[in-house]
C-alpha cells in the first residue's frame, strides 16, 4: 500500500489567496483526520471525517476554513481566504475505524504539505 | 480538560545510551496512549499503542509503560543508535459524546550522537 497521499507536498502563496490541500488515505480506511503543525500550538487536529461523513469538526479555526470528502478515496481541505498566521504543516492521517468511536486503533500519517502563506 | 505534557523537550545523547521519555496527562480516564516518531519533514509513525487495561507494551528496544492513576507514561529506548534520532510525541485520545480526538503532547527532540 502507498500510504497516506497528500499533495502538494510544498505550498507558498500570497495573503487573500485560495489554498486548497488534498489527501488520499490508505485504501479500506473509515476514518480520515486533518491536523496541523506550528511550533507554537504543536499538533492540533482540525477536523474528521467517518465514512465520508464529518464527526467532529470542532478544531476548525474559522469560516475560512472548509474541509469535505466527497468519496472514501479523497478529501480536501480549502483556505479561503489565506493569511500568514495559516503557515503551518498541514497532516491528513486515516484509520481503519469503521465506527468512529473506536479510540484503540492507530493512525497513519501522510507526510503532510508545508504551506507558507506571504 | 485534557492536557498532555512531555519533558524534557529536547535531549541529546551519546550513542548507546539507554533513555527514558516522559509523558503526563491530567485526565486518567483515557482509552489508551500512544507513542509516534516523527522524523524532520515527514509524517507521524506509530511506535506503540498501550490500551487503558495494560501496563506495558514493546517492540524491539522500546518499552512504554503506562500508569493511569498518576497520569504518566514513560518510553524506555534501549541501547540508542543514531538512526533513533528524532521527535517523539505521546498522544491520548479524548472522548466527547461518543467522537474522539486524539490530544498530542508537544514532543521530545531526540538526538542521539555517534
Known amino acids: 500500500d502507498a500510504g497516506v497521499i497528500q499533495s502538494p507536498r510544498h505550498e507558498v502563496t500570497e495573503m487573500g489567496q485560495e489554498v486548497t490541500l488534498r489527501c488520499k488515505p490508505i485504501s479500506g480506511h473509515n476514518s480520515l483526520f486533518w491536523y496541523r503543525q506550528t511550533m507554537m500550538r504543536g499538533l492540533e487536529l482540525l477536523i474528521y471525517?467517518?465514512?465520508?461523513?464529518?464527526?467532529?469538526d470542532s478544531g476548525m479555526p474559522e469560516d475560512r476554513f472548509s474541509a469535505k470528502m466527497p468519496n472514501a478515496s479523497f478529501s480536501t481541505l480549502k483556505i479561503q481566504p489565506s493569511e500568514p498566521r495559516d503557515s503551518a504543516v498541514y497532516f491528513c492521517?486515516?484509520?481503519?475505524?469503521?465506527?468512529?468511536?473506536?479510540?484503540?486503533?492507530?493512525?497513519?500519517f501522510g507526510p503532510g504539505t508545508r504551506l507558507l502563506v506571504l | 480538560k485534557q492536557e498532555v505534557t512531555q519533558i524534557p523537550a529536547a535531549l541529546s545523547v551519546p550513542e548507546g545510551e539507554n533513555l527514558v521519555l516522559n509523558c503526563s496527562f491530567t485526565?486518567?480516564?483515557?482509552?489508551?496512549l500512544q507513542w509516534f516518531r516523527q522524523d524532520p519533514g515527514k509524517g507521524l509513525t506509530s511506535l506503540l499503542l498501550i490500551q487503558s487495561s495494560q501496563r506495558e507494551q514493546s517492540s524491539g528496544r522500546l518499552n512504554a509503560s503506562l500508569d493511569k492513576s498518576s497520569g504518566r507514561s514513560t518510553l524506555y529506548i534501549a541501547a540508542s543508535q543514531p538512526g533513533d534520532s528524532a521527535t517523539y510525541l505521546c498522544?491520548?485520545?479524548?472522548?466527547?459524546?461518543?467522537?474522539?480526538?486524539?490530544?498530542f503532547g508537544t514532543g521530545t527532540r531526540l538526538k542521539v550522537l555517534a
Open positions: 485526565d486518567s480516564a483515557i482509552y489508551n
Open positions: 471525517f467517518n465514512n465520508n461523513v464529518p464527526i467532529d
Open positions: 498522544a491520548v485520545p479524548l472522548t466527547t459524546s461518543g467522537t474522539y480526538k486524539y490530544i
Open positions: 492521517a486515516s484509520s481503519p475505524s469503521g465506527t468512529g468511536a473506536t479510540p484503540w486503533e492507530t493512525q497513519y
